[in-house]
């Protein structure tokens, strides 16, 4: 009974580890020169800005759900038609679902670490390309 308390409490403090990480980087959504900001539109007509990492693979560009929390990710599969800015200049794009051999290359190209995968809860990565319109 004593092992099974331990092997809770350190389940349950990962979990609280995986959350506490997800919703910091969901609330402080930090900018550098690797990110773009996405602005994706929900059922409703509302409009929400998300700041992602910046992925290149043969010469294209594309982000990745690569967090538990990814409306973000549903909403441009829903209104495939966002805008994106990167480096300050905005401009309307098509976000194209990822897949098959062209997944694979991307996730090869743009690998994560395991710490970041750690951390993250290890989720499922899908990845979108940003193809100008």
Known sequence: MKILKIVLAVLLGYVAIV??????????QPQNQSTLVITTTDDTGTTKDRVLARLESSGHMYVAANHWPRSWYRHALAHPNVDVEVDGHKAPFVA????????DRVQADNPTGFGFRLLTGFPPRYFLRLDPR
């Open 19 to 28: 959350v506490a990480f997800e919703s910091l980087i969901g609330i402080l």
């Open 96 to 103: 194209v679902p990822v897949t098959g051999a062209e997944h």
